[in-house]
């Protein structure tokens, strides 16, 4: 079984930043690919950034590149999404996931974490 727990979000103004934590254990996380993805009220849940494991290769949904950036510390079972140049297009609830089958961007994620909400005012 894994678990994972996302903290870091807030509440912050357009142009500010935020960085999300995405905290693992239960599983071997330094050979788990990870996804962050977020769920605005209404809308479909959209994949924001995955990382693979080993040679880790970074992707990003379109709407976040260039903005936001994913990383990892197998030694701290933790992957992180820096958010910058917030808009209050981002405000969603952010989850992070295990990649279980398929691609990074497209694939089947399972293990989701409780969530944590991010809120950008304009």
């Known amino acids: 079984q894994v678990q994972l727990v996302e903290s870091g979000g807030g509440l912050v103004q357009a142009g500010g930043s935020l960085r999300l934590s995405c905290a693992a254990s239960g599983r071997t996380f330094s050979r788990s690919t990870m996804g962050w993805f977020r769920q605005a009220p209404g809308k479909d849940r959209e994949f924001v950034a995955g990382?693979?494991?080993?040679?880790?290769?970074?992707y990003y949904g379109d709407s976040v590149k260039g903005r936001f950036t994913i990383s990892r510390d197998n030694a701290k079972n933790t992957v992180y999404l820096e958010m910058n140049s917030l808009k209050p297009e981002d405000t969603a609830a952010y989850y992070c996931a295990v990649l279980v089958s398929g691609t990074v961007s497209t694939g089947k994620y399972d293990y989701w974490g409780q969530g944590t909400q991010v809120t950008v005012s304009s």
């Open positions: 990382i693979t494991w080993g040679v880790t290769y970074t």
